[in-house]
């Protein structure tokens, strides 16, 4: 009897990209960079999470690092536009 294919087991950390980018915004806040204002105009961005994990589903089978990569710059691009529209502190 042919054994199962055994399937990649690593996978791309995206719950650590995730908490690394949560983390470097509270870092930047704590450091006086950004206003502790912004989590109201970054909650408006929550789709954006929607999305990305859309796309991590959707490319995990073709590259799942290319997907990794995409949310992260998701997760960028949602920042870039809650500063743009908060205003520099």
């Given at each position: 009897m042919p054994e199962p294919e055994i399937r990649?087991?690593?996978?791309?950390?995206?719950?650590?990209?995730?908490?690394?980018?949560?983390?470097?915004?509270?870092?930047?806040?704590?450091?006086?960079?950004?206003?502790?204002?912004l989590w109201r105009e970054l909650w408006?961005?929550?789709?954006?999470?929607?999305i990305g994990l859309g796309f991590r589903v959707l490319l995990r089978d073709y590259n799942p690092w290319l997907s990794s990569l995409l949310f992260l710059v998701l997760l960028c691009a949602g920042l870039g536009a809650a500063i743009w529209q908060y205003g520099l502190p």
């Amino acid at each position: 009897m042919p054994e199962p294919e055994i399937r990649n087991r690593y996978r791309p950390p995206l719950f650590g990209i995730f908490l690394l980018f949560l983390g470097v915004i509270l870092l930047l806040q704590n450091l006086g960079v950004l206003a502790w204002g912004l989590w109201r105009e970054l909650w408006r961005f929550w789709p954006v999470l929607v999305i990305g994990l859309g796309f991590r589903v959707l490319l995990r089978d073709y590259n799942p690092w290319l997907s990794s990569l995409l949310f992260l710059v998701l997760l960028c691009a949602g920042l870039g536009a809650a500063i743009w529209q908060y205003g520099l502190p």
